[in-house]
């Protein structure tokens, strides 16, 4: 069973981000599509899991996942893709087999073979990926064992150790250089930008009780999607400069070559007001123009510097790799003798059956008379020991089976 686990991986490693996004499938087109793959290219168990910078099929199959199964398997889950693409893709992935297979699940599961190294999000991917495929019924028992253990090692590596504590995100680094700065909970926010950055970014200020939002974005339909769940006023982008209603905290991200926020923005966007502000900067090249920050009371945060915060973090964070190969490499060990031991008991669960067979011909065939022959006493005592027997025969191969197992 172990040797038909194969994965086929595409990540930041061999794929650019674009051709992996291809890959992507939308969740209600999942089940029919990989239940077509499963059924056609003959899998026992499928695993789908898909993130913003990881595709990845875990399967077990008999057969040998070879460059011509590569191309059945490319070619049946996504067939609107062309030849070449389907060439393309089947040569791309990263391949892995049997027990490598179970090294690269807990090392992905772990985050050392993330982008980001230590990001805790992605054991919370891997076990939503798993119950996912599971409701499709596409896994079975070898995939459910492996998932169990998987998602116990990566547990075990963010518990001792501290690949996950220090923060390296730029969105996380931000909220936590906001946070650090005591700004109360009744702060004016001012967004502009509804993108991913910006849209991560602001569900941490709520999630942290900041309630008062404004929303700028090209687009208004995007300024009010997010402004609808920030529970905040979304506005066109537009309309920036004629804003009075004041701010305490700007937060900006938008893909412009040029400066959002001139002076001559700023001072509108004032309105008289000479407190400090704060300025949380995350596009590049910057939103805000740097006379805004040289010549006005604010106090800036740029991404460059929360660049440098988290290359130092990613630092820290690498110290620990060592450590958590080693947590892995006996997770490992561990994952050869759970699936010897469950290959026993998979193998041995029809022996009950089998002994309650013989008991019930012995008791009601081969030996019905001698036994209606009986006293209630000596009945009794012989269902006894009957049952003793039955169970003893039960267990005792299965125990010493594993001890066998266990030390091979």
Same mark, same amino acid.
């Given at each position: 069973m172990l040797e038909n686990y194969h994965i086929i991986a595409f990540t930041h490693r061999n794929l650019d981000l674009n051709d992996i996004g291809k890959l992507h499938i939308d969740e209600t087109k999942q089940a029919q599509?990989?239940?077509?793959?499963?059924?056609?290219?003959?899998?026992?168990?499928l695993m789908f899991l898909s993130t913003c910078n990881r595709v990845e099929f875990h399967f077990l199959t008999p057969r040998e996942a070879d460059s011509d199964f590569a191309l059945d398997f490319f070619r049946t889950l996504y067939p609107e893709m062309s030849s070449e693409q389907i060439e393309h893709y089947a040569h791309r992935g990263d391949q892995f087999k049997g027990i490598g297979a179970v090294e690269h699940i807990l090392s992905v599961a772990s985050s050392i073979d993330s982008m980001v190294v230590g990001e805790r999000e992605i054991i919370t991917q891997v076990r939503n990926a798993f119950e996912a495929s599971r409701n499709m019924e596409l896994?079975?028992?070898?995939?459910?064992?492996?998932?169990?253990?998987?998602?116990?090692?990566?547990?075990?590596?963010y518990t001792e150790t501290s690949i996950a504590i220090k923060p390296v995100s730029v969105v996380s680094l931000a909220y936590h250089k906001l946070r650090d700065m005591n700004i109360p909970l009744d702060a004016r926010v001012m967004i502009i930008g509804a993108g991913v950055t910006n849209t991560n970014m602001s569900r941490f200020l709520k999630k942290h009780g900041f309630k008062h939002f404004a929303v700028?974005?090209?687009?208004?339909?995007?300024? /009010?999607? @997010?402004?609808?769940d920030l529970q905040g006023n979304a506005?066109?982008?537009?309309?920036?400069?004629?804003?009075?209603?004041? $701010?305490d905290v700007l937060i900006t991200c938008t893909g412009s070559e040029h400066h959002i926020v001139t002076p001559e923005i700023y001072a509108s966007l004032l309105n008289g007001e000479t407190d400090r502000k704060v300025i949380i900067d995350l596009a590049l090249p910057q939103d805000i123009d740097p006379e805004i920050v040289a010549t006005r009371k604010v106090t800036h945060i740029s991404v460059e510097?929360?660049?440098?915060?988290?290359? /130092?973090? @990613?630092?820290?964070?690498?110290?620990?790799?060592?450590?958590?190969?080693?947590?892995?490499?006996?997770?490992?060990?561990? $994952?050869r003798n759970i699936h010897k031991l469950r290959s026993v008991e998979l193998a041995m669960r029809e022996v009950p059956q089998k002994v309650k067979e013989i008991r019930s011909n012995a008791v009601?065939?081969?030996?019905?008379?001698?036994?209606n022959r009986l006293d209630p006493h000596s009945r009794e005592v012989l269902e006894k020991v009957i049952g003793y027997m039955e169970k003893k025969y039960m267990s005792v191969p299965m125990i010493m089976a594993k001890e066998i197992l266990l030390k091979h």
């Open positions: 599509r990989l239940r077509v793959l499963s059924d056609t290219v003959g899998l026992d168990e896994t079975g028992d070898f995939i459910r064992v492996l998932m169990r253990h998987t998602i116990e090692t990566a547990k075990r590596v700028f974005n090209r687009t208004l339909s995007k300024a /009010e999607s @997010l402004a609808q506005y066109p982008l537009n309309d920036l400069s004629d804003f009075r209603k004041g $701010f510097v929360l660049q440098k915060i988290s290359n /130092e973090n @990613l630092k820290e964070r690498s110290k620990e790799i060592q450590r958590v190969e080693e947590i892995i490499a006996e997770a490992v060990f561990e $994952f009601n065939e081969i030996y019905k008379d001698e036994i």
